[in-house]
């Protein structure tokens, strides 16, 4: 019991076997999905810090999506290698989230929502409009990413893709997890519940805020970064308010402040979109209901009620 | 001078039907203490409805207020469906669930009409001339549908024993529940009258603008704006705070440059923020987010 | 029992805080040393609650002086004067309701580690969390959820918390508030083991009886200042006091 409670190691580990398995088992079109379902991995959970533990209203997910797609894919067609544009929209999402944490992070709950809703419009209105740059309304092309590490060649498979996609959310998740159970996530979780007890307890909450915004901006840019490899276009358009619905869909079903439940969340989501989008014009409307039922009948997330009937998968804060 | 007198009316016109949105917005944020994310959607609807009637034949009067009276049933069904259940959860869900009924109403009149169309403005004709000065006369109109319902509201909540009863209980929901005022009912009343609100901003928006599903997109943050510039919660700061906007949004887009003046705004407001946290009202009302 | 005639742990000099035109807090001073109770007494709107949060640091205050360790704290924030050795309870939610109670004390030594603590790895930490819940005796509560606790325990849990930290000056906010008698007695010899062990403490209650016992100073107050202040003899048999509590005399 007291092992289990330690923190269930027992499910993403299952789920990494079935990852590893998967690109054998299914057909190039099914592994690309999966692939997808990566770079939003990487993104839930990152968007999760904020959303969830820290319990802000980040109104931000798709603003700093589309940061990392545009600052890796921009570099990436200057011929930059795969490494360094990731690392470039790691550093891009971390430094504007702090900027933009610094000034926003003391407001209230909905003043704070709104400045993520300005930032995303403000992001938008400049994709669209510093042509020169950005390509303006049509975006750019984005090239298959080349890594220094691989002798610079350009991955095309879908194999490939997928299994660098995988060695980047891996990482990602264990590292999403160790904070979520180190004494900053520790310190997210009071400063989120009570904020009078946390600074009690010698938490500076607005630092603690802030760096849930920096972390979740980083996170949130390198998801966005791989999503943009795999569209092979950067479009201004898809990172305003259907992205960031989908985003937090994710979370929701998840179940929030479960970094395994992020993870699922993203690769249900992914799947769902996937099935909709044979649907034309009704994908609002499922949308729209599965999140309302989502919220009305599981109070926490698919992952986190399940979770609950099996006490000893609930994560830990420990 | 007289350009500017049209960009004045122009913009107190679109600024009206922001403040609309934005007080109705603050109604029933003061009764529930959420942000109603489907208001640009019930906007919408309004329009939607109001057209379709029109095209199908309907008056024109009459089809206002069938729309009107439509979309208030439907911020009742929200009342039911996606706030009452979920009064004590956590506030992230709250919102979610307001979201969620934005996506549905959306996506069901995307459903039905795939393109934009055009509707017919309340008086026949497109401009009035006053002097030199020539305008559309819609935007009068909207600022005087702002004047009446505003005072309207003013008048029912200072001098109806109802309107007591609500603004009572708004500010304490438990006080209330204790004296025996009926809170669901007040909730219900608060969800109604913002949507019809929000309906009346859309029908008067719509002959300036086209209807399509996503019309209630940018009103819709454009009242979030109006309302952090006035102070949220305050309810004529709402209606400052959209005039605001209004003047804004239409004085960019004339003096600048037509991308900048949907921006300007924004910019404006998160400036704002940035110097001021609490809004231009200072430490006015100050709306608790309440914590389950 | 002297208190050692060194700075004080906590003091609050002159200390006035202002609602709007009301003066809830008006010109009090006070001081906690090593291994003393301070005791804060006063009937409801007495103002004790407003001047213990300015002292913690949750209250801003319109005029006067905090010091902490001799060390001008005025203008710091509450999480700067905790990390400065000050823990505090508070009369309600001071614990998280859905974390178990280890993880709420392992809140504690989260505290502890931002005073010095040496760091800790995750299995040491759980260790000693566990070790700390047993000194307390309440180690069969470790997977509780502190919401489902009653007052009595979630008390206990919140002191475990607290000095799980390790703190040389701890705020108690009616901690003896909706307690059964005998919790309270419980609590009252818990609070002076951690005196006897050198921990300054400040208590605020508005039941008399229990600081009468516990408190080695206590400062009355009504209607925002001082009304009165001795050792518990002396404040128990005070004609103003007891007027105080029972009427509304006014100033």
Same mark, same amino acid.
Request: hydrophobic fraction near 55%.
């Given at each position: 019991?007291?092992?289990?409670?330690?923190?269930?190691?027992?499910?993403?580990?299952?789920?990494?076997?079935?990852?590893?398995?998967?690109?054998?088992?299914?057909?190039?079109?099914?592994?690309?999905?999966?692939?997808?379902?990566?770079?939003?991995?990487?993104a839930a959970v990152g968007f999760d810090m904020a959303l969830g533990r820290a319990g802000l209203l980040a109104f931000t997910g798709s603003a700093f999506f589309g940061l990392g797609a545009f600052v890796a894919?921009r570099?990436?067609?200057?011929?930059?290698?795969?490494?360094?544009?990731?690392l470039a929209a790691i550093a891009a999402g971390a430094v504007l989230g702090f900027l933009y944490g610094a000034v926003t992070v003391r407001l209230q709950a909905y003043y704070f929502a709104i400045t993520g809703i300005v930032l995303m419009l403000l992001l938008n209105f400049f994709y669209r409009n510093a042509?020169?740059i950005t390509?303006?309304?049509?975006?750019?092309?984005?090239?298959?990413?080349?890594?220094?590490?691989?002798?610079?060649?350009?991955?095309?498979?879908?194999?490939?893709? *997928?299994?660098?996609?995988?060695?980047?959310?891996?990482?990602?998740?264990?590292?999403a997890?160790?904070i979520?159970?180190?004494r900053v996530g520790?310190s997210w979780r009071v400063a989120r519940e009570a904020p009078a007890v946390a600074e009690?307890l010698g938490i500076n909450v607005w630092r603690a805020r802030l760096l849930a915004v920096v972390l979740s901006s980083a996170y949130l840019a390198l998801g966005g970064a791989?999503?943009? *490899?795999?569209? @092979?276009?950067?479009?201004p358009?898809?990172f305003m308010f259907?992205q960031l619905l989908?985003l937090f869909?994710?979370l929701?079903?998840?179940?929030l402040?479960?970094?395994?439940?992020?993870?699922?969340?993203?690769?249900?989501?992914?799947?769902?979109?996937?099935?909709?989008?044979?649907?034309?014009?009704?994908?609002?409307?499922? *949308?729209?209901?599965?999140?309302?039922?989502?919220?009305? @009948?599981?109070?926490?997330?698919? *992952?986190?009620?399940?979770?609950?009937?099996?006490?000893?998968?609930?994560?830990?804060? @420990? | 001078?007289?350009?500017?007198?049209?960009?004045?009316?122009?913009?107190?016109?679109?600024?009206?039907?922001y403040?609309?949105?934005a007080?109705?917005l603050t109604?029933?944020l003061?009764?529930?203490t959420v942000l109603?994310f489907?208001?640009?959607?019930?906007?919408?609807?309004? =329009?939607?409805?109001?057209?379709?009637?029109?095209?199908?034949?309907?008056?024109? =009067?009459?089809?206002?207020?069938?729309?009107?009276?439509?979309?208030?049933?439907?911020?009742?069904?929200?009342?039911?469906?996606?706030?009452?259940?979920?009064?004590?959860?956590e506030h992230v869900?709250?919102v979610f669930?307001?979201f969620?009924?934005?996506?549905?109403?959306?996506? %069901?009149?995307?459903?039905?009409?795939?393109?934009?169309?055009?509707?017919?403005?309340?008086?026949?004709?497109?401009?009035?001339?006053?002097?030199?000065?020539?305008?559309?006369?819609?935007?009068? %109109?909207?600022?005087?549908?702002?004047?009446? =319902?505003?005072?309207?509201?003013?008048?029912?909540?200072?001098?109806?024993?109802?309107?007591?009863?609500?603004? =009572?209980?708004?500010?304490?929901?438990?006080?209330?529940?204790?004296?025996?005022?009926?809170?669901?009912?007040?909730?219900?009343?608060?969800?109604?009258?913002?949507?019809?609100?929000?309906?009346?901003?859309?029908?008067?928006?719509?002959?300036?603008?086209?209807?399509?599903?996503?019309?209630?997109d940018t009103p819709m943050i454009t009242a979030l704006a109006a309302m952090t510039l006035g102070g949220f919660g305050s309810?004529?700061g709402s209606?400052i705070g959209g005039?605001l906007m209004?003047l804004l949004e239409?004085g960019g887009?004339?003096?600048v440059?037509?991308q900048l003046g949907g921006v300007a705004g924004f910019i404006a407001v998160f400036l704002l923020l940035v110097i001021r946290p609490r809004g231009l009202q200072g430490s006015g009302r100050h709306v608790e987010v309440r914590r389950? | 029992?002297?208190?050692?005639?060194?700075?004080?742990?906590?003091?609050?000099?002159?200390? #006035?805080?202002?609602?709007? /035109?009301?003066?809830?807090?008006?010109?009090? #001073?006070?001081?906690?040393?090593?291994?003393?109770?301070?005791? !804060?007494?006063?009937?409801?709107?007495? /103002?004790?609650?407003?001047?213990?949060?300015?002292?913690?640091g949750h209250q801003p205050?319109?005029?006067?002086?905090?010091?902490?360790? /001799?060390?001008?704290?005025?203008r710091e924030s509450a999480s700067g004067r905790a990390r400065?050795?000050?823990?505090?309870?508070?009369?309600?939610?001071?614990?998280?309701?859905?974390?178990?109670?280890?993880?709420?004390?392992?809140?504690?030594?989260?505290?502890?580690?931002r005073?010095?603590?040496?760091?800790?790895?995750?299995?040491?930490?759980?260790?000693?969390?566990?070790?700390?819940?047993?000194?307390?005796?309440?180690?069969?509560?470790?997977?509780?959820?502190?919401?489902?606790?009653?007052?009595? !325990?979630?008390?206990?849990?919140? $002191?475990?918390?607290?000095?799980?930290?390790?703190?040389?000056?701890?705020?108690?906010?009616?901690?003896?508030?909706?307690?059964?008698?005998?919790?309270?007695?419980?609590?009252?010899?818990?609070?002076?083991?951690?005196?006897?062990?050198?921990?300054?403490?400040?208590?605020?209650?508005?039941?008399?009886?229990?600081?009468?016992?516990?408190?080695?100073?206590?400062?009355?107050?009504?209607?925002?200042?001082?009304?009165?202040?001795?050792?518990?003899?002396? $404040?128990?048999?005070?004609?103003?006091?007891?007027?105080?509590?029972? /009427?509304?005399?006014?100033?």
């Amino acid at each position: 019991m007291s092992a289990l409670r330690r923190g269930s190691v027992a499910v993403p580990v299952a789920l990494l076997i079935v990852a590893i398995a998967l690109p054998f088992l299914l057909n190039g079109y099914h592994v690309f999905i999966f692939s997808m379902a990566f770079a939003y991995i990487i993104a839930a959970v990152g968007f999760d810090m904020a959303l969830g533990r820290a319990g802000l209203l980040a109104f931000t997910g798709s603003a700093f999506f589309g940061l990392g797609a545009f600052v890796a894919g921009r570099l990436a067609t200057l011929g930059v290698p795969t490494e360094l544009t990731l690392l470039a929209a790691i550093a891009a999402g971390a430094v504007l989230g702090f900027l933009y944490g610094a000034v926003t992070v003391r407001l209230q709950a909905y003043y704070f929502a709104i400045t993520g809703i300005v930032l995303m419009l403000l992001l938008n209105f400049f994709y669209r409009n510093a042509e020169a740059i950005t390509g303006g309304y049509s975006g750019f092309s984005i090239p298959a990413p080349s890594f220094l590490l691989a002798g610079g060649g350009t991955l095309r498979s879908a194999t490939a893709m *997928y299994f660098v996609g995988l060695c980047l959310a891996v990482p990602a998740f264990i590292v999403a997890r160790l904070i979520g159970r180190s004494r900053v996530g520790r310190s997210w979780r009071v400063a989120r519940e009570a904020p009078a007890v946390a600074e009690g307890l010698g938490i500076n909450v607005w630092r603690a805020r802030l760096l849930a915004v920096v972390l979740s901006s980083a996170y949130l840019a390198l998801g966005g970064a791989w999503f943009g *490899y795999l569209s @092979l276009r950067f479009l201004p358009e898809s990172f305003m308010f259907e992205q960031l619905l989908l985003l937090f869909l994710m979370l929701i079903i998840g179940g929030l402040r479960s970094v395994t439940g992020s993870a699922l969340g993203a690769v249900i989501l992914i799947w769902f979109n996937q099935y909709l989008a044979e649907f034309v014009g009704v994908s609002d409307i499922i *949308y729209g209901i599965s999140l309302l039922a989502c919220v009305l @009948l599981f109070s926490r997330g698919i *992952y986190g009620t399940l979770s609950n009937r099996f006490r000893g998968f609930r994560e830990s804060l @420990l | 001078m007289t350009t500017f007198i049209q960009v004045l009316i122009a913009g107190l016109g679109q600024g009206s039907v922001y403040a609309l949105m934005a007080l109705g917005l603050t109604l029933i944020l003061r009764s529930t203490t959420v942000l109603n994310f489907s208001h640009g959607a019930l906007y919408m609807a309004g =329009a939607f409805i109001a057209l379709e009637l029109i095209r199908a034949g309907v008056g024109y =009067a009459l089809a206002v207020v069938i729309a009107i009276a439509a979309v208030a049933l439907i911020g009742a069904i929200i009342n039911f469906l996606a706030f009452q259940p979920l009064l004590h959860k956590e506030h992230v869900t709250q919102v979610f669930a307001t979201f969620a009924m934005s996506s549905i109403i959306v996506g %069901i009149v995307g459903y039905v009409t795939v393109d934009q169309r055009g509707m017919p403005p309340i008086l026949p004709m497109q401009s009035v001339r006053v002097g030199s000065i020539t305008f559309n006369p819609q935007y009068l %109109i909207m600022i005087g549908v702002l004047v009446v =319902a505003g005072t309207a509201l003013a008048l029912f909540f200072r001098y109806t024993r109802a309107g007591v009863v609500i603004r =009572a209980s708004t500010d304490n929901l438990r006080g209330a529940t204790l004296v025996g005022i009926n809170v669901r009912r007040v909730f219900l009343i608060m969800w109604t009258l913002g949507a019809t609100l929000a309906a009346i901003a859309g029908i008067l928006a719509a002959p300036t603008t086209l209807v399509s599903a996503t019309m209630g997109d940018t009103p819709m943050i454009t009242a979030l704006a109006a309302m952090t510039l006035g102070g949220f919660g305050s309810i004529p700061g709402s209606v400052i705070g959209g005039l605001l906007m209004g003047l804004l949004e239409t004085g960019g887009n004339f003096y600048v440059s037509t991308q900048l003046g949907g921006v300007a705004g924004f910019i404006a407001v998160f400036l704002l923020l940035v110097i001021r946290p609490r809004g231009l009202q200072g430490s006015g009302r100050h709306v608790e987010v309440r914590r389950v | 029992m002297t208190a050692a005639a060194a700075t004080p742990l906590l003091e609050g000099i002159n200390l #006035t805080v202002r609602f709007g /035109g009301l003066t809830a807090v008006g010109d009090m #001073t006070l001081a906690v040393n090593r291994a003393q109770i301070v005791g !804060l007494m006063g009937p409801n709107g007495a /103002g004790k609650t407003t001047l213990f949060n300015a002292l913690s640091g949750h209250q801003p205050v319109a005029s006067g002086e905090i010091r902490i360790n /001799g060390v001008s704290v005025t203008r710091e924030s509450a999480s700067g004067r905790a990390r400065r050795g000050l823990a505090r309870t508070f009369q309600l939610g001071g614990l998280v309701g859905d974390l178990t109670v280890l993880e709420n004390i392992a809140l504690g030594f989260d505290h502890g580690r931002r005073l010095g603590q040496p760091a800790r790895s995750r299995a040491a930490l759980i260790a000693a969390a566990r070790e700390h819940l047993a000194a307390f005796g309440l180690e069969e509560l470790e997977f509780v959820y502190a919401a489902n606790l009653g007052a009595g !325990l979630r008390r206990r849990v919140e $002191v475990a918390r607290v000095m799980a930290a390790e703190p040389t000056l701890v705020l108690l906010d009616e901690p003896a508030a909706g307690l059964a008698h005998d919790e309270r007695d419980d609590l009252a010899k818990l609070l002076a083991s951690l005196r006897d062990r050198g921990i300054g403490l400040l208590v605020t209650e508005h039941t008399s009886d229990f600081l009468f016992a516990v408190a080695d100073q206590i400062v009355v107050m009504n209607f925002g200042r001082e009304l009165l202040r001795g050792p518990a003899e002396v $404040v128990r048999s005070d004609q103003t006091v007891l007027a105080a509590y029972l /009427g509304g005399q006014h100033p």
